[in-house]
């Protein structure tokens, strides 16, 4: 089934590939339900989606008896997000990137990853709940949805979900807003949302909170305005609170937060001033050894721009921060991704 809906919907290879692999998932043994179109508008006001994207989600939602093959879709996409919530051991499915405009992907694939959405908040919402969450973190961190397509707009110019697989990490309760912070919970080593870490013997040696299997807490930098020490302070400590409350420690005599991020490239240092939002960060983790090249995650991160390698001599030098990353690619250096952790 999962080749014939591919086969109507004119995908390509990747996309039958995601295709085929839902119809292994299979249907929900649930109903699946998406909420009317004035439920569905307030909802998506509510999860921070601008105006007119919101309007062309609504417009493109799709029934059972109306674009039955997205509705296919749908229900299976649902069904694996609710197998796997609570579960960050478990490996992320692959989703579709379908990003740009209309020219390069249809406003129905851009607008699918919100239609996930609006049907899986109930559940995602039913599991906080269970967990004692407090609903003010719990629409906080649902409000990523809105976040993502604001980003999408602002790269594209239309209505679409950058970054659909974290998005999807929200959904399966994973991803947790805690003021300037976002912070994921995870074991290390398990999973994929596991940061570059210590070879085998070195971390077994550092001893609990490095291990294989520890409880860990990743640490992200969403996009929502400066990233101040005292901002960056209060997440920390509301972190603490937050995990020693609802994700206990059991055997474990230490927890670690990591970040594994560009903002962690101490190669930043050497052209953003010591007082810098970004150094004073970076100042709070002790760096893991090794790094990943990743020219084009800092570019897209800075600039939120179409291949911004294929244009690096047009784009924009307002800050420090862009005139740095510039600076060092024309100078003949790469920026790589980093790993640090922090005690939490």
């Known amino acids: 089934m999962g080749a014939a809906v591919a086969k109507a919907l004119g995908f390509g290879t990747s996309e039958t590939s995601w295709a085929d692999g839902l119809d292994a998932v299979g249907k929900p043994p649930y109903e699946l339900v998406l909420p009317p179109p004035d439920e569905a508008t307030e909802l998506l006001r509510r999860l921070g989606v601008p105006e007119t994207d919101a309007a062309e989600v609504v417009a493109t939602l799709p029934s059972r008896s109306g674009l039955p093959e997205w509705w296919w879709l749908l229900e299976r996409s649902c ?25 390069a992907c249809s406003l129905q694939r851009r607008c699918f990853m919100a239609h996930v959405f609006l049907a899986m908040v109930p559940h995602t919402m039913a599991w906080h709940r269970s967990r004692g969450l407090a609903e003010d973190i719990s629409w906080a961190s649902m409000a990523d949805l809105g976040r993502h397509m604001v980003i999408h707009r602002r790269t594209y110019g239309a209505t679409g979900v950058d970054a659909a697989w974290w998005v999807t990490v929200c959904l399966r309760a994973e991803v947790f807003d805690l003021g300037r912070l976002q912070f994921n919970w995870f074991h290390l080593g398990a999973g994929d949302t596991s940061p570059w870490w210590y070879p085998l013997e070195e971390a077994r040696h550092r001893g609990p909170g490095f291990r294989p299997g520890d409880f860990c ?46 903002l962690l ?80």
Request: glycine share 8%; hydrophobic share 40%; aromatic share 12%.
């Open 79 to 103: 069904h694996w997000l609710t197998k796997v919530m609570g579960d960050p051991d478990e490996s992320h499915f692959t989703w579709p990137s379908w990003v740009g405009t209309e020219q």
């Open 217 to 262: 807490v990743g640490v992200h930098i969403p996009e929502s305005g400066p990233m101040t020490p005292a901002a960056c302070d209060d997440s920390f400590e509301r972190a603490k609170g937050f995990f020693s409350e609802h994700f206990p420690l059991v055997g474990q005599r230490r927890r670690l937060a990591t970040c594994w991020s560009w």
């Open 265 to 344: 490239d101490d190669q930043l240092a050497d052209w953003l001033p010591p007082e810098s939002n970004i150094v004073r960060f970076q100042r709070r983790f002790e760096l893991v050894p090794g790094s990943i090249e990743s020219d084009g995650n800092i570019l897209e991160f800075v600039f939120r721009v179409p291949d911004p390698l294929e244009h690096l001599d047009a784009l924009p030098q307002r800050t420090r921060l862009e005139r740095a990353v510039v600076a060092h690619l024309r100078a003949g250096g790469h920026w790589r991704t980093r790993s640090g952790w922090v005690d939490l």
